[in-house]
């Protein structure tokens, strides 16, 4: 009975697939949360060189904090039912506990650091321990066990950098390894073994929702900075061109997200043959395109503050560094989906590498305007391909891959397999020994790495099969039917 209860909690077939309004409202915070962390890097934006890339250092830690009190969450969002009270409460409590972190931000690593370094310990062994108790028996409890255990390990270290002023920046970095770490390796304990993200049953469109969403916080951000930057200066003609092309910038890395990849990321995480694993992957390269936006947004305001200025090395880290780090992150993310990179995006890259000692010698005007001409041609090639090929799911490749464990893998479209080819299959495994079912819908075969697996099975059922899991309440907890069509298959 007690099992029964805690797995009320779960997500099922019939919750909610999209985003809900309370994780909206919880992406508040980050809003402000972020442009903390652009007005830190500005605060530190003049010394040498080296002062420059020590403050980058530090304000990229704080990031990282932020990144895995929001990342986690949205994890347990996708695993767990967010309309169940327990799971709101979670989820506002993280709320105000990193907008705690965003106020103390800007001073975190001076005389803000203990409600600081609290408020994260807080979120981070709070949260699993009360999913864990709402769990009650259910074989589910072990993974918020795990990582309460490795916050737990941690908390000494940010609460030992908090009172000790010396080693503060020390222990914080050794703290934040241990965190993400911990994440990476699916937070293993003895005896019990990990639990890696990859392997965990995942909610594609729900997860690509905060995907994105996240990247328009980002943006949004940019825009707050822009505004305000220019609104708080007088009127000119050079900041006017400054303002403008900031914006057209920031429409720019919209526009190159969302063309295709972005638009398809839902699709790829139904049909991967990993999802899971594609999923962790995904959160990897959108920490690198957030963090590529709020570089690009404090050479914004650089710009716009002194926009005849000659360009200094350290301002060029943001106005140039900025963008080609998110075009080298929407690489990454492009071969994430479709097995390959454009050449738009490589050859922006390359022009950007290029003319960077050429716009250390001029006005950051012009090095702000290079840098926008350099968007907006990757973005017309993206605009050509998609007036040549229309995107429509019929269309994508997506539907005619495989993401494995080895990279994507084009089947044929003539006769044979490719009528086969058009059925998907379900393929169920049994993961964490704790009744996780991971179900992954694929075109063909099982992958190279699921072959053979005693726990794989592949369930026929028509061109868009109908996959739902049901838990026997007389059955142990390992034990699920999958429905597919009209049939059912008995694990």
Do not use: C
Not at 1 to 28: K, N, Y
Not at 92 to 106: A, D, E, K, W, Y
Not at 461 to 478: F, I, K, N, Y
Request: aromatic residues 8%; charged residues 15%.
């Amino acid at each position: 009975m007690t099992e029964q209860r805690g797995g009320a909690l779960l997500r099922t077939a019939s919750s909610p697939g999209r985003a809900t309004f309370l994780e909206l409202f919880f992406d508040l915070v980050f809003v402000f949360a972020l442009t903390r962390v652009s007005q830190r890097l500005i605060n530190g934006i003049d010394g040498s060189v080296g002062a420059v890339a020590a403050d980058v250092g530090r304000t990229l830690l704080l990031f990282l904090v932020l990144w895995q009190v929001w990342i986690i969450t949205t994890w347990v969002t996708s695993r767990y039912e967010p309309e169940r009270v327990v799971i709101q409460v979670v989820v506002v409590g993280t709320m105000f506990g990193s907008l705690v972190l965003g106020v103390t931000l800007p001073r975190a690593l001076e005389e803000r650091a203990l409600p600081f370094a609290l408020a994260y310990v807080a979120v981070m062994l709070g949260r699993p321990l009360v999913i864990g108790a709402a769990l009650r028996a259910h074989p589910r409890r072990l993974v918020p066990l795990r990582l309460a255990v490795w916050a737990a390990a941690s908390a000494p270290l940010w609460v030992a950098g908090a009172l000790l002023p010396g080693p503060r920046l020390a222990l914080w970095v050794v703290a934040i390894a241990v965190d993400h770490l911990g994440t990476f390796l699916g937070w293993p304990l003895p005896w019990i073994g990990a639990s890696r993200t990859r392997g965990w049953l995942v909610t594609g469109e729900h997860l690509a929702e905060r995907y994105q969403q996240i990247f328009l916080i980002a943006l949004g951000e940019s825009i707050l900075v822009i505004g305000v930057t220019y609104s708080g200066k007088e009127f000119s003609g050079e900041a006017a061109a400054a303002f403008a092309i900031s914006f057209l910038i920031t429409a720019l890395l919209w526009r190159i997200y969302f063309y295709r990849a972005g638009h398809l990321l839902a699709q790829a995480l139904r049909t991967a043959g990993a999802p899971g694993r594609l999923a962790e992957s995904a959160s990897q390269t959108h920490l690198f395109m957030v963090l590529g936006v709020l570089s690009a947004a404090v050479g914004y305001e650089l710009v716009i503050a002194h926009p005849y200025d000659t360009a200094r090395p350290s301002w060029l880290v943001f106005v140039v560094g900025g963008p080609a780090l998110f075009l080298a992150a929407r690489s990454r993310f492009e071969y994430e989906i479709f097995g390959r990179v454009s050449r738009p995006r490589l050859g922006g890259l390359l022009v950007l590498a290029l003319l960077l000692p050429v716009l250390a010698a001029v006005p950051a005007m012009f090095a702000l305007g290079a840098v926008a001409l350099v968007l907006a041609l990757v973005a017309f090639a993206d605009a050509r391909r998609a007036w040549r090929r229309p995107l429509e799911p019929s269309a994508s490749p997506i539907g005619r891959e495989t993401l494995g464990e080895a990279g994507p893998r084009r089947e044929p479209s003539g006769g044979g397999r490719a009528g086969q080819g058009r059925q998907r299959a379900a393929y169920v495994r049994q993961r964490d020994g704790g009744g996780v079912v991971q179900v992954g819908q694929a075109g063909l075969d099982p992958l190279p790495h699921q072959r053979g697996h005693p726990d794989a099975a592949r369930v026929g059922g028509g061109a868009d099969p109908l996959v739902r899991l049901q838990r026997e309440p007389h059955r142990p907890a390992d034990h699920r039917h999958v429905g597919v069509g009209g049939g059912q298959l008995r694990r």
